[in-house]
Structure formats: structure tokens, C-alpha cells
């Protein structure tokens, strides 16, 4: 069974800020995580997918980090605007399934202007 | 291109009745997949449907039920509605292969409320 959990729970910065949202899983052996982004009320957006065989994955701004071994990864944010603002759920399949998706709770994340 | 769509958008049903859901997935997808998610927590896995057979299922009662259709769109049926069951209810649609690379691409939702 795979467990995500993902600290914080709310962040709030001002805008410009760099930041970083943490999120592990109890089962390593996974075929990649994901990294999503949920406005309120809305569906997921895909950020980024990082495969087991990589440690990082970049898109603009956003620097997705993953360490097996100690089941965690990390979502870097570099300098945060406005629109950042909404909350970022990891992901991690099953082990032995790469479509069976465990999410966190995710991370509130507001950015003041 | 158009992404994930879903209908209805919301709907409200009253305890005991039945609900259908439809998904239709990103041209060229094969697999869908359909995730429930009730406020303040992520989402949970309920089923997976590939070339029209069910590939996985997660821990929901057999309440729910759904289906892929040739064009690889799909519907979510609950029955016996409880007030549990209202939730914000999720399609993804991924090309549906068994590598490490294959991305889930989730539709904006429909929010069943249960009165």
C-alpha cells in the first residue's frame, strides 16, 4: 500500500519568494510521481512527471527533485507571483502500477502580492 | 486540441438515486480513469479502463461502476446514492501504456452533491 503525505499543509510568502513544498511516500518502488496543481473548485493540472530513472525535472520555473531511497520529492518554486496561488498535490502510483495514483492532501499555497 | 471534457459539470440527486457521469478522454488516449475527491483531501482512485476492459479498481463498494466505449469515452455509474457520496468526481486520460512515462491528464471535474 503507498501512503503520500505532503508538508506543509498552507503556505503563504510574498510574492517574489522562492519556495519549496515537500512530499514522501512510504513505498519506494514506484515507476515516477507526479506533481499537480488544483485551483479551487477545479480539476488537476499536470506539472511535471518525474520517471523512477530521473532525480530532477524542470518547466520554467518549477524544479521537481526525487529521491527514492528516502521516499521523498520536492517541488521547487522560484520567484513565486500571484498566480502561483492554488494547491499542489503530489502523486505516487501503487508499486506495480503506473496509473493506480496515490495522492497527498496537498499544499495550500498563497502568494501575496 | 481539446483536453479531458466531462459532463455534467454539477449535478445535484437526493439520497437512493442513481447517477451517470461521462469522461471523454484526450484524442488518442486509450485509458481512462476516474478519481473521487470530497473537500480538504486528494484524490482517491476508483477505477482504470483500458481498450475497454477494466484494468484496475480501487477500495469503493460495488455501488460504482463504469465503462469504456469504443471511442475510448467513458461513464461512472453510482447507485443508491449516499450523502457520502458527494464529492468532486475526476477523469484522467492517459495514452495507457505500462511505462514509466505515461502522464495522467485530468478533465475539470463534476461536483455531485447528494441531498
Known amino acids: 500500500k503507498q501512503e503520500v503525505t505532503q508538508i506543509p499543509a498552507a503556505l503563504s510568502v510574498p510574492e517574489g519568494e522562492n519556495l519549496v513544498l515537500n512530499c514522501s511516500f512510504t513505498?519506494?518502488?514506484?515507476?515516477?510521481l507526479q506533481w499537480f496543481r488544483q485551483d479551487p473548485g477545479k480539476g488537476l493540472t499536470s506539472l511535471l512527471l518525474i520517471q523512477s530513472s530521473q532525480r530532477e525535472q524542470t518547466s520554467g520555473r518549477l524544479n521537481a527533485s526525487l529521491d527514492k531511497s528516502s521516499g521523498r520529492s520536492t517541488l521547487y518554486i522560484a520567484a513565486s507571483q500571484p498566480g502561483d496561488s492554488a494547491t499542489y498535490l503530489c502523486?505516487?502510483?501503487?508499486?506495480?502500477?503506473?496509473?493506480?495514483?496515490?495522492f497527498g492532501k496537498g499544499t495550500l499555497l498563497t502568494v501575496n502580492p | 486540441d481539446a483536453g479531458v471534457t466531462q459532463s455534467p459539470t454539477h449535478l445535484i440527486k437526493t439520497r437512493g438515486q442513481h447517477v451517470t457521469l461521462r469522461c471523454s478522454p484526450i484524442?488518442?488516449?486509450?485509458?481512462v480513469s476516474w478519481y473521487q475527491q470530497v473537500l480538504g483531501q486528494g484524490p482517491q482512485f476508483i477505477f482504470q479502463y483500458y481498450e475497454k476492459e477494466e484494468r484496475g479498481r480501487g477500495n469503493f463498494p460495488d455501488r460504482f461502476s463504469a465503462r469504456q466505449f469504443p471511442n475510448y469515452s467513458s461513464e461512472l455509474n453510482v447507485n443508491a446514492l449516499l450523502l457520502g457520496d458527494s464529492a468532486l468526481y475526476l477523469c484522467?486520460?492517459?495514452?495507457?501504456?505500462?511505462?514509466?512515462?505515461?502522464?495522467?491528464?485530468f478533465g475539470p471535474g463534476t461536483r455531485l452533491t447528494v441531498l
Open positions: 502523486a505516487a502510483p501503487v508499486p506495480g502500477s503506473n496509473y493506480k495514483l496515490t
Open positions: 484522467a486520460s492517459s495514452l495507457g501504456g505500462r511505462g514509466s512515462t505515461d502522464t495522467q491528464y
Open positions: 484524442s488518442g488516449h486509450k485509458s
Open positions: 513505498d519506494s518502488a514506484i515507476y515516477n
